[in-house]
């Protein structure tokens, strides 16, 4: 048989690569960066909500699983420039910065994930502008290497505000989906801060709360045992306060039904995801349907949500949508099933 | 296709049989009309809600604040573009007659709430409808919040008012802020936008622009005449309405007495060199 194709090695992939393996698949596995592990990797997320577990131990165990297996064979920065349809599988050509080859693929799993919404686009929040707004993926940095200070000055902030849904529910910048973590994880993120330095205020800025299904219960304890305070209301701008050295965030309590203004040592940006930019290749070198948002879209989004409708191709995780991580490795399963019965038969 | 056209439209608006049928929405322990104003409420309820500018301008509202949050009014009164684009989302008639007689004279139509809208709700617009009903109706409360203004609209309506590119500097704009004033980059683009959103062919600068022709003014009246504004502030205030009719009407008779006599100067100025060639 010839090697089934896992494009991209985040969560998804990773999962999708053992999944083949142990079902006695040859695998190929290639992924555009130097590493493997995804956005988890790449930003160094910190603990994942919602057990709080380091996210190296959940994506260890995964990297452990792929990197241990031969039957895997492991392509890193490396990117697919080319896929023609042949009668069993595809032709694609893989590049690297120097070199190129031809490859003959049974099947093809696409888990190109998602990329993080630039903040900058949002230039209300000052993000880009001043040091101490940070992007809540920026945060996860400073929470795993245990350094939660300031960016401006190095000191340890008093109080901080978490802003969710920047980039997401916003046809401002054209992104009117939920990014469906940003509240889950911005709660995790205040839990872990009040864990580690119970005297840093926190403070949410929220529209809805969004902790789907069993998630519900961190949102709870983190008012309950955390004394995280939630304010429902936006901000809209963020300035300048005390000459300079804080952050002034203005905002609307609506449910005291008035304008606020806030100093905050830290605004953390909870920024939506969008599709990334593998994911918008891959879709136009294999003819996969991209929905408005500009996700790949599934053939059946009910049925058969890793099925793209064309022969040969599945897909899995963040390129169908926003997707949290145990529902991209579960993808990752399906799709290499899928993927496998396609290439048997 | 654009994102926008998935969206569905129309969503809180009514149809004419809705409208018609108002929902009955009863806001318990809130004060309800009752007798003529009751009715007058219901009446300014269905015409609001079937403004064809009420399906274009409310399209929904996540309550996020971000209008408010913005709005210049909302921090001296007790009023926000939030509360009013709910207000014109409502069932209930009374409410809507409540915000009209006070509330929506707060805005300053400067619309920075539509700027931050996420739905992408036309707010200030909305809130202009709101208050063109409360004219066409001739509110009481309209009335007596309109008074002190009779001169402003005397000044705007007969004479007009102009902006010149060169008015957008820096230094006329100092309440935004360094960022805006500033070397930053972002003033050059966005003032360079402004400027290029005045029309060219004005042609007119700070020095000229207080001049204002004849001609213009005698032609924006005619817009007002045309377009019914001159009726609805006649049902609002019939004697300023009579004397701005007096006032355009003196300026017409000039414009046309020296008319004729700028035409009889070019015909005497013409006639000798008329003879002269021949
Ligand atoms: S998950 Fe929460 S933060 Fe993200 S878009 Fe949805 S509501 Fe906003
Ligand atoms: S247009 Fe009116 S409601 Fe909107 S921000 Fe300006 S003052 Fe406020
Ligand atoms: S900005 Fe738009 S969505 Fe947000 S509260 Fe105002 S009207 Fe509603």
Redesign the interface.
């Given at each position: 048989m010839n090697p089934i194709l896992v494009l991209g090695g985040g969560p998804a992939g990773l999962s999708a690569a053992s999944e083949l393996a142990a079902l006695g698949a040859p695998t190929l596995l290639v992924e555009r960066e130097s590493y493997l592990g995804g956005n988890p990797v790449r930003w160094h997320y910190s603990l994942l909500a919602p057990d709080l577990r380091p996210a190296e131990e959940v994506i260890g165990a995964l990297l452990e699983r792929v990197e241990g297996d031969a039957r895997i064979e492991r392509r890193l920065s490396t990117t697919l420039t080319k896929a023609e349809l042949g009668s069993h599988g595809y032709r694609v050509t893989l590049a690297t910065a120097d070199a190129s080859e031809t490859r003959d693929v049974a099947a093809v799993v696409l888990a190109t994930g998602f990329d993080h919404f630039d903040s900058r686009r949002k230039f209300?929040y000052g993000y880009g502008r001043f040091p101490d707004v940070v992007d809540f993926k920026e945060l996860e940095g400073m929470l795993h290497d245990n350094k939660l200070v300031r960016p401006s000055d190095g000191q340890r902030p008093h109080r901080i505000a978490w802003v969710l849904?920047v980039g997401s529910?916003?046809?401002?910048v054209?992104n009117?989906w939920c990014c469906r973590l940003g509240c889950v994880v911005s709660i995790k993120q205040a839990v872990e801060v009040r864990q580690k330095h119970p005297e840093v205020d926190a403070y949410i800025y929220y529209?809805?709360i969004r902790t789907y299904g069993l998630w519900e219960d961190l949102y709870w304890k983190s008012m309950q045992e955390y004394g995280i305070k939630f304010i429902r209301?936006?901000?809209?701008?963020v300035?300048l306060a005390e000459g300079g050295s804080r952050l002034l965030a203005?905002?609307?309590?609506?449910i005291l039904?008035r304008?606020t203004e806030v100093p905050f040592d830290m605004i953390v940006l909870a920024s939506g995801m969008e599709a990334s930019a593998g994911t918008k290749q891959v879709a136009e070198l294999f003819g996969v349907p991209v929905g408005?948002?500009g996700f790949l879209t599934p053939r059946l989004t009910d049925l058969n949500p890793v099925d793209s409708g064309l022969p040969g191709v599945f897909l899995a995780g963040a390129a169908t949508g926003p997707k949290a991580i145990p529902d991209a490795v579960t993808e990752g399963m399906g799709a290499a099933l899928r993927a496998y019965q396609y290439a048997r038969d | 296709?654009?994102?926008?056209?998935?969206?569905p439209r129309r969503v809180l608006s009514l149809t004419e049989e809705e409208a018609a049928n108002p929902p009955a929405m009863e806001l318990t322990g809130r004060r309800k009309a009752t007798g003529p104003e009751h009715e007058l409420a219901e009446t300014i309820f269905a015409e609001f809600r079937q403004d064809p500018r009420h399906h274009e301008f409310v399209l929904g509202c996540?309550?996020?604040?971000?209008?408010?949050?913005?709005?210049p009014a909302?921090?001296f009164y007790d009023f926000?573009p939030?509360?009013m684009l709910q207000i014109a989302a409502t069932g209930d008639a009374t409410t809507l007659w409540d915000a009209m007689q006070e509330k929506i004279w707060a805005c300053c139509q400067c619309y920075t709430c539509n700027m931050?809208?996420?739905?992408?709700n036309d707010i200030a617009g909305i809130i202009s409808v709101m208050r063109e009903l409360s004219v066409v109706h001739g509110l009481e409360s309209t009335r007596k919040t309109l008074a002190p203004f009779g001169r402003s609209l005397t000044l705007l309506m007969t004479v007009g008012t102009q902006v010149s590119s060169d008015m957008i500097q820096p230094d006329f704009f100092r309440d935004w802020?360094p960022f805006a004033t500033g070397s930053d980059k972002v003033w050059d683009v966005s003032s360079d936008v402004m400027r290029k959103a005045i029309p060219s062919d004005v042609l007119q600068t700070t020095r000229s622009s207080w001049e204002v022709s004849v001609q213009t003014s005698l032609e924006l009246f005619r817009i007002y005449e045309e377009t019914g504004v001159l009726d609805m502030l006649r049902g609002l205030d019939p004697d300023l309405t009579e004397m701005l009719i007096d006032i355009i009407e003196e300026r017409r008779e000039e414009f046309q007495d020296a008319r004729g006599r700028f035409a009889k100067e070019i015909a005497a100025m013409r006639g000798p060199v008329a003879s002269f060639t021949g």
């Open positions: 209300e849904c529910r916003d046809l401002q054209g009117p529209m809805d209301g936006r901000i809209g701008a300035t203005t905002g609307e309590d609506t039904s304008p408005p948002e | 296709m654009s994102i926008v056209a998935h969206l996540l309550n996020c604040g971000e209008c408010t949050t913005g709005c909302a921090r926000s939030r509360e931050r809208c996420r739905f992408g802020g």
